[in-house]
Nanobody, 121 residues
């Protein structure tokens, strides 16, 4: 009964910027942590950034100083601002959220279907 929808991916030149959005919808009571992961061909899925319900953030070493995660609790939406993009950032980016529904206080993990980010000249 909860869905995560990512948007904002696309093709961008090296050094360019993109802003990803992840909107959660459904019978949501509250959302704990929201995060962005990515997976490139031949690589394991890795955590890019995460943000808690009160704004505490974490960044993977490869994106520190270039990416910024934020969230709008009123809209149940998380964002990933990606600057100074490199070809190595090319991957499918997935949103994850830990959600308590209106039917239960138990936190459940939900994933979006992913959005493609391609960095190429």
């Amino acid at each position: 009964q909860v869905q995560l929808e990512e948007s904002g991916g696309g093709l961008v030149q090296p050094g360019g910027s993109l802003r990803l959005s992840c909107a959660a919808s459904g019978s949501i009571f509250s959302i704990n942590v929201m995060g962005w992961y990515r997976q490139a061909p031949g690589k394991e899925r890795e955590l890019v950034a995460s943000i808690s319900s009160i704004g505490t953030t974490y960044y993977g070493d490869s994106v520190k100083g270039r990416f910024t995660i934020s969230r709008d609790n009123a809209r149940n939406t998380a964002y990933l601002q990606m600057n100074s993009l490199k070809p190595e950032d090319t991957a499918v980016y997935y949103c994850k959220a830990h959600v308590a529904t209106k039917a239960s206080s138990i936190l459940v993990e939900y994933w979006g279907q992913g959005t493609q980010v391609t960095v190429s000249s």
